[in-house]
């Protein structure tokens, strides 16, 4: 037997709302021990946002799972009415779990989602593609991001209880019948520099403690991750000015130099107004995309100063760069940004109509 504990049953459908708005889709989330039938014992109501109030769509229910012993869990499905060009609809867009016991701790959760189609693969429920959520308990009973986890957040809400929520949700709620949960012992994964990372790059840095990372620096992250040579649609790396024309001598506030900080240097820029793909080297950076075994890497950026330098340090490991200037996100003054030529050991301030190379990077 795997030791992972899966969790797999009919669906259970939920009863539609007393509201008179009438909801297109409903969700079902059942779990079944290999080898045995779990009991639905109780249940809960979820909600749909709608505007600024709710309205009861569903029902949540209590099952157990190898780590929690005979303690059920209470798993609830979230749908969220997403706004589209000529309407809208509603979408499976995560779940609360809560009654989450201490034994869980360093545990993965993993969660899938069904349509009833008998044998049907799973679908995809967040960024476009990906098929599978994962949340990490840690030791100290705080939820994470697991495995995969670009496009999802996931929110502590005490030391037995996290929502998972898809920043960008797919799966409509009428065509998700069933929802799946594993549980698994926390495996760490780690990377020396020079191994493929999870993005399919190269990992050029390895930090020695955990470092703040994110749009937000809301994330503790271990390692940078480069782009492969021939990541710009199979052509070597181009070169862009650091800032469309408009904004060549505005100053960007708030962009620093240190590792982990190039995402949120690159929305900076990025908000500013500098949104062209063509010309702005922080917006194509940023519009790179790549999916690897079903997971959609799309958290990607122009590195900051001090990345840049590292990224440098390790050009051979990485491969495929040019021996001239290459962009960082780290902004000198108002007319200037920091670059670094690959063929120099120091970086350089220099001119942001200037159109040097760019290669991408993430922190993770």
Same mark, same amino acid.
């Given at each position: 037997?795997?030791?992972?504990?899966?969790?797999?049953?009919?669906?259970?459908?939920?009863?539609?709302?007393?509201?008179?708005?009438?909801?297109? #889709?409903?969700?079902?989330?059942?779990? =079944?021990?290999?080898?045995?039938?779990?009991?639905?014992?109780?249940?809960?109501?979820?909600?749909?946002?709608?505007?600024?109030?709710?309205?009861?769509?569903? &029902?949540?229910?209590?099952?157990?799972?190898?780590?929690?012993?005979?303690?059920?869990?209470?798993?609830?499905?979230?749908? +969220?009415?997403?706004?589209?060009?000529?309407?809208?609809?509603?979408?499976?867009?995560?779940?609360?779990?809560?009654?989450?016991?201490? $034994?869980?701790? !360093?545990?993965?959760?993993?969660?899938?989602?069904?349509?009833?189609?008998? =044998?049907?693969?799973?679908?995809?429920?967040?960024?476009? $593609? $990906?098929?599978?959520?994962?949340?990490?308990?840690?030791?100290?009973? =705080?939820?994470?991001?697991?495995?995969?986890?670009?496009?999802?957040?996931?929110?502590?809400? @005490?030391?037995?209880?996290?929502?998972?929520?898809?920043?960008?949700?797919?799966?409509?709620?009428?065509?998700?019948?069933?929802?799946?949960?594993?549980?698994?012992?926390? +495996?760490?994964?780690?990377?020396?520099?020079?191994?493929?990372?999870? #993005?399919? #790059?190269?990992?050029?840095?390895?930090?020695?403690?955990?470092?703040?990372?994110?749009?937000?620096?809301?994330?503790?992250?271990?390692?940078?991750? *480069?782009?492969?040579?021939?990541?710009?649609?199979?052509?070597?790396?181009?070169?862009?000015?650091?800032?469309?024309?408009?904004?060549?001598?505005?100053?960007?506030?708030? +962009?620093?130099?240190?590792?982990?900080?190039?995402?949120?240097?690159?929305?900076?820029?990025?908000?500013? #107004?500098?949104? !062209?793909?063509?010309?702005?080297?922080?917006?194509?950076?940023?519009?790179?995309?790549?999916?690897?075994?079903?997971?959609?890497?799309?958290?990607?950026?122009?590195?900051?100063?001090?990345?840049?330098?590292?990224?440098?340090?390790?050009?051979?490991?990485?491969?495929?760069?040019?021996?001239?200037?290459?962009?960082? @996100? $780290? &902004?000198?003054? /108002?007319?200037? *940004?920091?670059?670094?030529?690959?063929?120099?050991?120091?970086?350089? /301030?220099?001119?942001?109509?200037?159109?040097?190379?760019?290669?991408?990077?993430? /922190?993770?």
């Amino acid at each position: 037997m795997s030791n992972l504990d899966f969790y797999n049953d009919d669906p259970v459908d939920f009863k539609r709302p007393k509201s008179k708005k009438r909801i297109s #889709g409903v969700l079902a989330l059942i779990a =079944a021990l290999i080898g045995g039938t779990l009991y639905i014992q109780t249940t809960l109501a979820a909600n749909i946002s709608l505007n600024s109030g709710s309205v009861e769509f569903g &029902q949540g229910i209590t099952q157990t799972v190898a780590c929690s012993g005979s303690q059920s869990l209470t798993i609830t499905p979230l749908s +969220t009415f997403v706004n589209a060009s000529g309407g809208g609809s509603y979408k499976f867009s995560g779940i609360t779990v809560d009654n989450i016991p201490t $034994s869980c701790q !360093d545990t993965d959760f993993t969660f899938s989602a069904y349509n009833n189609v008998a =044998a049907s693969a799973a679908q995809a429920i967040f960024n476009t $593609s $990906s098929t599978r959520a994962v949340v990490y308990m840690t030791s100290t009973n =705080a939820f994470e991001v697991g495995t995969g986890g670009s496009g999802l957040s996931v929110a502590t809400n @005490s030391a037995s209880s996290f929502t998972l929520t898809f920043t960008a949700p797919v799966a409509p709620s009428s065509a998700v019948n069933k929802v799946t949960v594993e549980s698994a012992a926390h +495996t760490a994964i780690t990377y020396n520099v020079g191994d493929t990372g999870p #993005g399919g #790059g190269k990992i050029f840095y390895v930090a020695d403690t955990s470092f703040s990372c994110g749009p937000t620096l809301n994330l503790s992250c271990n390692y940078l991750e *480069a782009a492969p040579p021939l990541w710009n649609a199979g052509g070597a790396d181009p070169g862009l000015t650091w800032a469309q024309s408009t904004y060549f001598t505005t100053s960007v506030g708030g +962009t620093e130099t240190g590792i982990g900080l190039g995402f949120q240097n690159t929305r900076a820029i990025i908000l500013q #107004g500098n949104t !062209d793909t063509a010309t702005s080297a922080a917006a194509l950076a940023d519009a790179y995309t790549v999916t690897v075994s079903d997971v959609v890497y799309d958290d990607w950026y122009l590195p900051s100063k001090n990345e840049l330098n590292n990224l440098r340090d390790k050009r051979v490991t990485v491969g495929g760069f040019a021996n001239y200037y290459y962009w960082s @996100s $780290s &902004q000198y003054n /108002a007319s200037n *940004a920091w670059s670094h030529n690959f063929s120099q050991v120091s970086p350089t /301030a220099v001119g942001k109509n200037g159109p040097f190379y760019i290669r991408p990077i993430r /922190a993770f």
